[in-house]
């Protein structure tokens, strides 16, 4: 396998894990009867406020695109901690528990309180937080963790 520089494993690690992310979003949109468009302009709603939802699809698209700034911002960040802290990429499984936990405590206490995001958000404990914590985890941290490892796993033959 070939080992990965750090900006190829944030772009892949950011793109599989946020690809991951959203498709579990609008996974449980879709499970609670919403809809991929309306999942998406609620993202967008960060930068846009209420306005995000009368926008169509152009506003979900921004949303998306807002999305998959967010997973490579993360992923770059993870990446340059691993670089740092080279201990990160021993147990993957406990970097990305970590690491998922952080990035849902960030969303939810920091990023979107302080953006045009018009809900209350927050962490109260209840079945859908913990998907999302799981989600945030499994499909998100972990793709990152992984890409992040190949930058320091030499080529097997």
Known sequence: ?????PLQATLLGGAIGGLGD????IGMAIARGDTATHLLQLVASGALGRAAFDGGMGTALLGLALHFGLSLGWAALFVLAARTVPALLRRSLLSAIGFGVLVLLAMR???LPLSAF????????????FLDLLSHVLLFALPIVLAARRMHTAARG
């Not at 396998?1 to 520089?5: A, F, Q, S, Y």
């Not at 809900?119 to 859908?128: D, K």
């Open 1 to 5: 396998m070939k080992r990965l520089t």
């Open 109 to 111: 206490l920091l990023v």
């Open 22 to 25: 959203i498709l579990f979003a």
């Open 118 to 129: 018009p809900f209350p958000s927050g962490i109260r404990p209840s079945w859908p937080l």
